[in-house]
């Protein structure tokens, strides 16, 4: 319990210095600017917290306009929208009922083609079941590969599609080999993205394996691939494994039995993670239970406190667990503002510049979009950019760095700056 308490409070620490942003919001950037004329204890804090930081920069938003990105194209519950940066200016989005389709990144797009229909090797019953992730590869231009995580009725695949990097609108089905197949206990929680990280290793979220609660405590057994971000190697197929394990994750060639593909651990649902490679980040959101959602940065070999910590709330305590050993998320926001984080990206786009290296995210039941700004010191700032009707399933990047909001409902979306 001691250790409880100190991990209580530095995380209440952590999250004073960062402020109840969702409440001050916009007041935060005002408030601010005109420290001069408070004598508050808040802008004495604030000043010091500005002196420590070799580059401050304080966060100050436009209004944005929420926009529909191409008014002509609408998609079957759509969760992903990515690119193969192969500089065709290609999009590809992901529907949960089986289907990638790719078109032109033009305003006016009117077609988007299907690539490849996995509808009869999928099993999308249950709401958290489908098609959920799809990854290129680095060198797909060479080698036209791409990797998908998809639910069957009782497994979670992930797997490898082959196609012509010059004419993705024809893929062989029986191109698919198999990298990872494991049992899901439950329905719901089943991670699902997929990508490349700048070590040109693939990263995968797995969820905690379902029901609530993580009732077999999945996420802090170290012999489990639930509850975890995994890291493989796909340039080094290993026996009768179609992937190598990268020599320096946390439990490679270990004997104890633990899963080497972990990369980190103590994750609940990360739907969403992604890297800022400018900051050299790895930034995960992870969907809470009945209290926190939060946002992570993931060091390799981390436990992010799933199911013993929700947030920095206690959830179930371990008797194992050293809780000095938890990693606290960087932010959090509680259940009345949302009830399920979908993590983004951090804007380095052009048509935005005051989001110009923030971190935005937003929830799949409220539609509230955020904008996270982290300094290098890791002190965060959040502000509410958008309150919207939408079920936000998912963020993506295109080949600009511009910033696109998918909705579940099937419309794709962008944030416009207001002068
Ligand atoms: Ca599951
Ligand atoms: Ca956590």
């Given at each position: 319990m001691k250790y409880l308490s100190v991990y209580l409070l530095s995380a209440v620490v952590l999250l004073g210095a960062c402020a109840p942003a969702e409440e001050t919001s916009k007041v935060t950037s005002s408030e601010t600017s005109s420290s001069e004329t408070t004598s508050t204890e808040e802008s004495s804090d604030s000043s010091k917290q500005s002196s420590q930081t070799t580059e401050t920069k304080s966060f100050e938003p436009l209004d944005h306009e929420l926009v529909e990105a191409y008014p002509n194209l609408t998609f079957d519950q759509p969760l992903h929208y990515t690119t193969a940066d192969d500089g065709t200016n290609q999009v590809f989005v992901v529907e949960r009922t089986g289907k990638i389709k790719v078109f032109e990144n033009e305003e006016e797009a009117t077609e988007a083609k299907v690539?490849?229909?996995?509808?009869?090797?999928?099993?999308?019953?249950?709401?958290?079941?489908?098609?959920?992730?799809?990854?290129?590869?680095?060198?797909?231009?060479?080698?036209?590969?791409?990797?998908?995580?998809?639910?069957?009725?009782?497994?979670?695949?992930?797997?490898?599609?082959?196609?012509?990097?010059?004419?993705?609108?024809?893929?062989?089905?029986?191109?698919?080999?198999?990298?990872?197949?494991?049992?899901?206990?439950?329905?719901?929680?089943?991670?699902?993205?997929?990508?490349?990280?700048?070590?040109?290793?693939?990263?995968?979220?797995?969820?905690?394996?379902?029901?609530?609660?993580?009732?077999?405590?999945?996420?802090?057994?170290?012999?489990?691939?639930?509850?975890?971000?995994?890291?493989?190697?796909?340039?080094?197929?290993?026996?009768?494994?179609?992937?190598?394990?990268?020599?320096?994750?946390?439990?490679?060639?270990?004997?104890?039995?633990?899963?080497?593909?972990?990369?980190?651990?103590?994750?609940?649902?990360p739907w969403k993670f992604n890297f800022d490679e400018k900051r050299d980040l790895l930034i995960a959101a992870d969907v809470g239970q009945n209290a926190m959602e939060e946002i992570n940065l993931i060091e390799k070999g981390g436990n992010y406190g799933w199911n013993i910590m929700e947030g920095t709330l206690e959830h179930r305590a371990s008797d194992e667990a050293d809780m000095t050993e938890l990693e606290a998320p960087i932010w959090e926001y509680d259940h009345s503002l949302g009830q399920s984080i979908t993590g983004g990206y951090t804007y380095y786009g052009e048509e935005n510049p005051s989001l110009d290296g923030v971190y935005l995210y937003g929830d799949f039941i409220t539609g509230k979009i955020w904008g996270l700004w982290l300094d290098e010191d890791q002190q965060v700032e959040n502000v509410e950019l958008a309150d919207t009707e939408l079920m936000i399933s998912s963020f993506g990047v295109d080949e600009q760095g511009e910033l696109i909001i998918v909705d579940f409902n099937g419309k794709l979306y962008k944030l416009t700056e207001q002068e």
């Open positions: 690539v490849v229909d996995l509808s009869t090797k999928i099993d999308f019953n249950g709401q958290e079941k489908g098609l959920l992730g799809l990854a290129f590869d680095p060198e797909f231009e060479e080698n036209g590969y791409f990797y998908v995580n998809y639910t069957t009725k009782e497994t979670t695949v992930i797997s490898r599609f082959t196609t012509d990097p010059t004419n993705v609108a024809e893929v062989d089905l029986t191109s698919e080999v198999i990298l990872l197949e494991f049992p899901q206990p439950y329905a719901n929680h089943n991670g699902g993205h997929l990508a490349f990280g700048p070590d040109g290793y693939l990263y995968i979220a797995t969820g905690d394996g379902g029901s609530g609660g993580d009732p077999q405590r999945n996420a802090q057994d170290l012999t489990k691939i639930y509850g975890k971000l995994l890291r493989i190697d796909i340039n080094a197929a290993d026996g009768d494994k179609n992937y190598g394990i990268p020599d320096d994750n946390p439990y490679s060639d270990n004997t104890t039995g633990y899963v080497e593909e972990i990369f980190a651990y103590g994750l609940r649902n």
